[in-house]
């Protein structure tokens, strides 16, 4: 028996911000999960299972926030998981509650990601003081910088490319009204003259911190004929992962997002991703990745992606346009925003995505990555359900 | 089995919490001696109260007062106390059935020992003396003889002058951290000043630090390999941000560095070179300071830089 075919039926966020000091997190939850709902046109007794992802638990220091969020989410009496993959469990997230609608399990899932930076530390999370080792010496951003260095060395890339992603982005954000950061008076000459915060990637070359959550009601058929709005049509989604560390590794281009990218292709029967994908909404904490990431998911050849932002390809208006809703740069709740990229994309295909909607979106990628670049996350939906 | 390493790792933190307009109400209400409830759909009151009905999932808003007093419906015997529990001499664990409550609520009691202790005994709340909108407003419970109400709790706004919004909740976990066979054979050998990886039989790649197991192949190592003391700089940041925690002075370079006969590349500092002159294939050595166990920094040999094609895997 061939999958049930996966419609995206429902999607809420909140609209993200640096603290929601007025909402406790299963507030937090709730506003995007109600959203969801009245999006779909159901109510709590229609959704059969409940999968949440967010971030480590180290990150708020609430353990196992499934159970405490239980009755926020309607769970009561159905079936509730728990997904980890650091930052790309927003993505991971959704695919396993696409894969409980495929497997014909479950025929509604409620699926939600959320962080509450404000009530987090993402840095002591992360670093741990490990005895007989080296503090660490540089932060995330420290973490990601020689690999963007690595990069621009490989590419020959100019080091101007950095700037226009970001402030690109930070463009797109102002025609989304869930994003974070809306600075209407930000010129391309800022974010050149923003600090080098880790040389070279300057500040307004980075991500926010923002409290939010993202949600969406997955369906089959039956439900899918049922929705008020168009539904997304899940054509593909896969997840690879890879050691954190290991001799050979490409930070610059991973494996596993190469492998990842191919089988979300294949399933999606797509041979040119350039041509035949509409909007990519990607996974870009810092804006290099935007060049580094068009190479691993195919958009361009090997050296070849930073051309695409410069020549502006990625724009809102380019034949590919990347982060139409601002991406990570502009809203970073970690937990949610590989669900935010996922989402984006199906609110795209479904032409639901308002001022910063691609005109006639058919087929529509979301991106999430997290780890060390380990684990990769991304599916690709589209406007009409898929053939067979 | 050569010696394993082994230390205490303590993680500690102050998160903070947004209450939420109920927890807000419940957690001020302590501070003013007033315990509130929400009452769910079905009529029963919830203590303490929640934002969501556990059975329809609506959002709950009705608030009521119920009584300082209560029935114990069951309890688990303390005898050891630990550091941050609310008392500090033996205790019972209570669930308290407060009088106009449908629900329990878990605390302590003050009793003389477990024979002092059954299920059904009445009780009341003893007050915090410095109340300041927390669990621990309520200081405990005690015995306390009286009827039960049978009255209905009455409504209650939630609304107090200068509500509680926000709690600090530390948490605190005690581990003994065990970096196992490879590792501490890799941090002894630090100690002599050399640095020992170890290498895949299978890939033949040499890893450093060794894990004792190569991560692509699935095998453990186990054949040491010395490598260094010098290496090539695969690629860097310039740091322009002070860590609250390091004392090192901006900016300074973090490399990713790879260390001759090792196959991928470890993070060390550069020094002794402005920071605005490292570059890709930078030649670097070692410098250990006195009685340290971690290379302090790595400084340029002077040496050719090395060819990108040389190094251009490790990156």
Redesign the interface.
């Known amino acids: 028996m061939p999958e049930e075919p996966v419609a995206v039926v429902g999607i809420g966020q909140t609209k993200h911000v640096a603290a929601?000091?007025?909402?406790?997190?299963?507030?937090l939850v709730?506003e995007a999960a109600v959203r969801a709902l009245e999006d779909a046109g159901l109510g709590?007794a229609d959704i059969d299972a409940v999968v949440i992802g967010k971030a480590p638990d180290?990150f708020?220091?609430v353990m196992m926030p499934e159970l405490y969020l239980a009755?926020?989410?309607?769970a009561?009496g159905k079936p509730m998981l728990r997904v980890h993959t650091a930052g790309s469990v927003g993505g991971s997230t959704a695919l396993v509650a696409a894969n409980l609608v495929a497997a014909r399990v479950h025929r509604t899932v409620l699926t939600l990601a959320f962080e509450?930076q404000?009530?987090?530390?993402a840095m002591?999370?992360l670093s741990?003081?490990?005895?007989?080792q080296?503090?660490l010496?540089?932060?995330a951003?420290?973490f990601f910088?020689?690999?963007?260095?690595?990069y621009m060395?490989?590419a020959g890339a100019p080091d101007t490319v950095g700037s226009l992603v970001a402030y690109k982005d930070r463009r797109n954000a102002l025609k989304n009204p869930y994003a974070h950061i809306h600075d209407h008076d930000l010129t391309l000459e800022k974010v050149q003259s923003s600090?080098?915060?880790?040389?070279?990637?300057r500040y307004s070359e980075t991500c926010p911190s923002s409290d939010g959550a993202c949600a969406m009601i997955l369906t089959d058929r039956a439900g899918a004929a049922r929705s008020p709005h168009p539904p997304a049509w899940v054509h593909g989604g896969a997840m690879r992962s890879e050691?954190t560390?290991?001799?050979?590794?490409d930070?610059?281009s991973p494996q596993a997002g190469k492998d990842c990218a191919a089988d979300v292709y294949r399933q999606a029967r797509i041979t040119d991703p350039r041509r035949e994908i509409d909007a990519v909404e990607m996974y870009v904490p810092f804006s290099w990745y935007e060049p580094m990431w068009l190479e691993n998911l195919g958009f361009a050849d090997e050296g070849e992606g930073w051309k695409l932002t410069e020549a502006g390809v990625t724009e809102l208006d380019g034949d590919l346009p990347v982060n139409p809703s601002g991406g990570v740069l502009s809203t970073n709740p970690i937990g949610a925003s590989g669900m935010i990229r996922f989402a984006e994309a199906a609110l795209q295909v479904r032409g639901r995505a308002g001022e910063h909607q691609v005109d006639g979106a058919a087929r529509a990628l979301g991106h999430a990555y997290g780890g060390g670049s380990q684990f990769f996350a991304m599916w690709l939906v589209g406007a009409e359900p898929p053939p067979g | 089995m050569p010696d394993v390493?082994s230390?205490?790792?303590?993680?500690e933190?102050p998160?903070?919490?947004?209450?939420?307009?109920v927890?807000s109400a419940f957690l001020t209400g302590l501070r003013e001696r007033t315990v509130l409830g929400v009452r769910a759909d079905n009529g029963t009151v919830l203590v303490p109260p929640?934002?969501?009905?556990?059975?329809?999932?609506n959002?709950l808003r009705d608030l009521v007062e119920v009584a300082p007093t209560g029935t114990v419906t069951t309890w688990a015997w303390n005898p050891s106390p630990r550091r941050d529990q609310p008392l500090d001499t033996p205790f019972a664990w209570v669930l308290v059935r407060l009088d106009g409550a449908g629900t329990a609520l878990l605390h302590v009691l003050d009793a003389p020992g477990p024979d002092a202790v059954r299920t059904g005994m009445r009780v009341r709340i003893r007050w915090a003396a410095t109340r300041v909108g927390a669990i621990t407003d309520i200081a405990c419970f005690e015995p306390y003889e009286s009827e039960p109400h049978g009255s209905e709790p009455a409504s209650h706004s939630g609304e107090f002058a200068e509500p509680v919004?926000?709690i600090v909740?530390p948490?605190r976990l005690d581990y003994v951290?065990t970096?196992g066979r490879a590792?501490s054979a890799y941090?002894k050998a630090l100690e002599e000043r050399r640095t020992v990886g170890e290498r895949c039989p299978s890939?033949r790649?040499?890893?450093v630090p060794p894990r004792g197991a190569?991560?692509?192949c699935g095998v453990a190592t186990a054949e040491q390999v010395e490598v260094g003391p010098r290496g090539t700089v695969?690629?860097?940041?310039?740091?322009?941000?002070k860590?609250k925690?390091?004392d090192?002075e901006v900016?300074y370079v973090?490399?990713?560095i790879a260390l001759d006969g090792a196959?991928?590349a470890l993070?060390?500092?550069i020094a002794g070179i402005p920071y605005d002159q490292v570059r890709?294939g930078l030649r670097v050595e070692p410098v250990w300071s006195e009685g340290a166990?971690?290379v302090d920094h790595y400084r340029p040999t002077g040496e050719p830089d090395a060819d990108?094609d040389t190094y251009?895997?490790l990156?």
């Open positions: 929601r000091h007025d909402v406790s997190i299963a507030g709730r709590w180290f708020e220091g009755d926020a989410l309607g009561v509450k404000s009530e987090s530390n002591w999370g741990l003081p490990v005895p007989f080296q503090p010496l540089a932060g951003g420290g910088a020689p690999h963007v260095r690595a060395r490989r600090p080098m915060l880790w040389d070279p990637v050691p560390l290991f001799a050979g590794k930070f610059v | 390493l230390a205490p790792l303590v993680v933190f998160f903070t919490r947004s209450l939420g307009p927890q929640v934002e969501y009905d556990p059975v329809t999932a959002e919004t926000g909740t948490a951290h970096p590792q941090i890939c790649k040499v890893y190569c991560p692509t695969t690629t860097f940041c310039i740091v322009n941000i860590a925690n390091l090192i900016p973090y490399a990713h196959d991928l993070h060390g500092r890709m166990r971690h990108y251009k895997e990156v």
